[in-house]
């Protein structure tokens, strides 16, 4: 049973196209986060989120906590974005946290 | 830059041996979070420690420990290794203080084990 559950896993784009990658997941969370993780293997924090919506240059990330659900949006993508994006739910309180990882999405954008 | 160090960046080593993986956290976040990335199980936490106390614990396996020191910096202690240990080992900090749920989290650029 995955608490976290990504789609698509494989996403394959043209230059300029605007992405959409989702996660849905069965838990309580006290935060969500989504990462992005190059090819050289390094991970990036792009955004936290408990409620409505951030933005952060082309990057917008949604969550609908009633429905369990966010989004990631990638506006006019270029191949640097070119990346696997992972969502990762934060559960717990206080100074405690589990966390669950979706299986990420591999984006690749082609110019 | 993320401000967390994480060292070695590589190690090599055999079935059955003890490796010591250390992380510095970001100055002043006293939440260390250690997880473990494999090709075949994706991402997973493995432990929680806040200001030298555990506090959290994942899918972490009793053959492996962790600790958080008074300086703040931690290691994560794998012991018996297992071909199947072979993975990349990260952790992240986060929490200047105060409750750590709702901090933000940064990464280190891991530790790659592969274990002959």
């Known amino acids: 049973k995955n608490e976290v559950e990504q789609s698509p896993q494989n996403l394959t784009a043209q230059e300029g196209e605007f992405i959409t990658i989702n996660c849905s997941y069965s838990v309580g969370i006290s935060a969500l986060h989504w990462l992005q993780q190059h090819p050289g293997g390094g991970i990036v924090s792009l955004f936290m989120l408990s409620s409505g919506k951030k933005k952060h240059g082309r990057l917008i990330a949604t969550i609908n906590i009633q429905e369990k659900h966010s989004s990631l949006h990638i506006t006019a993508s270029h191949p640097r974005d070119s990346a696997v994006y992972i969502c990762?739910?934060?559960?717990?309180?206080?100074?405690?946290?589990?966390?669950?990882f979706g299986t990420g999405t591999s984006l690749t954008v082609i110019p | 830059d993320s401000g967390v160090t994480q060292t070695p960046k590589h190690l090599i080593t055999a079935t059955g041996q003890r490796v010591t993986l250390r992380c510095s956290p970001r100055s002043g976040d006293l939440s260390v979070y250690w997880y473990q990335q494999s090709l075949d199980q994706g991402l997973q936490f493995l432990i929680q420690?806040?200001?030298?106390?555990?506090?959290a614990k994942g899918n972490i396996l009793e053959r492996f420990s962790a600790q958080q020191f008074p300086d703040l910096h931690s290691e994560l202690n794998l012991s018996s290794l297992e071909l199947g240990d072979s993975a990349l080992y990260f952790c992240a900090s986060s929490a200047t203080q105060g409750v750590s749920y709702n901090s933000p989290l940064h990464f280190g650029n891991g530790t790659r084990l592969t274990v002959t």
């Open positions: 420690y806040y200001n030298g106390e555990e506090r």
């Open positions: 990762a739910v934060r559960s717990g309180s206080g100074t405690g946290n589990q966390f669950y």
